[in-house]
């Protein structure tokens, strides 16, 4: 059995996304604009007729999938494999901060490579590829024909869906960072998936 769609929709806006903090695996709750993103959001996600919501069991992305529960009378599974990037102790942390102390970082973003966010986190590769392994798990256990929403969170949603694709890595830049609340959706096509759409926001959000 294989889903027909799958739909990744990253949560809604949190103070340190206002903020431009990096959040990675910390609970960082929603603000109140993400939470009238989420419910906008959710009333346009709901016309797709979910079967299935999965979520990451953060509150910023659950809260955010529990609108679309509302919505649809669906329950909200929570999976861990789901989280953020682990960014470690740079958690809380800005660009110039990060950057500041650790020029090798910056060094190796701006020319477009991957590296750990801090000593005890992850690479994108790492985290993107965790997300991907859910993400195949959740589609093969979807009836044929189902759609499913997966909540989760930008960085790691955007390096999964390029995998999933059957790009590498460097191709995350290419399709550029998910917005706050925004959803794409995936049509699982064996060893590799196709893009329907990217980035859709509701609108006055």
């Known amino acids: 059995m294989t889903a027909a769609r799958v739909v990744v929709w990253r949560h ?22 993400g939470r009238g993103q ?7 996600i709901a016309e797709l007729r979910p079967d299935r919501i999965v979520s990451s ?18 329950d909200v599974e929570l999976e861990p494999r789901l989280r953020e990037i ?8 800005t660009n110039k901060e990060v950057y500041a102390a650790h020029p090798d970082f910056a060094a190796a973003l701006q020319a477009g490579r991957d590296a750990r966010r801090s000593p005890s986190g992850e ?6 590829a965790r997300v ?17 929403v997966v909540v989760g969170h930008g960085f790691a949603l955007r390096v999964a869906t390029v995998f999933l694709l059957g790009l590498d890595y460097a191709h995350n830049l290419t399709l550029g960072g998910l917005w706050n609340a ?20 509701a609108g006055g959000v």
Request: contains cysteine.
């Open 12 to 33: 809604g806006e949190t103070a340190w996304n206002a903020e431009g903090r990096y959040q990675g695996q910390a609970d960082v709750p929603l603000n109140e604009r």
């Open 38 to 44: 989420a419910v906008a959001a959710a009333l346009r």
């Open 57 to 74: 069991d953060l509150q910023r992305a659950a809260t955010t999938a529990r609108q679309l529960g509302n919505c649809t009378g669906l």
């Open 86 to 93: 682990n960014v470690g102790d740079w958690a809380g942390l």
């Open 123 to 128: 690479t994108g590769a790492e985290a993107g």
């Open 132 to 148: 991907a392994e859910a993400l195949l798990d959740i589609a093969e256990a979807g009836p044929d024909g189902s759609t499913v």
């Open 182 to 201: 925004s959803w794409s959706v995936l049509q699982p096509a064996g060893a590799s998936w196709r893009l329907l759409s990217y980035n859709n926001v």
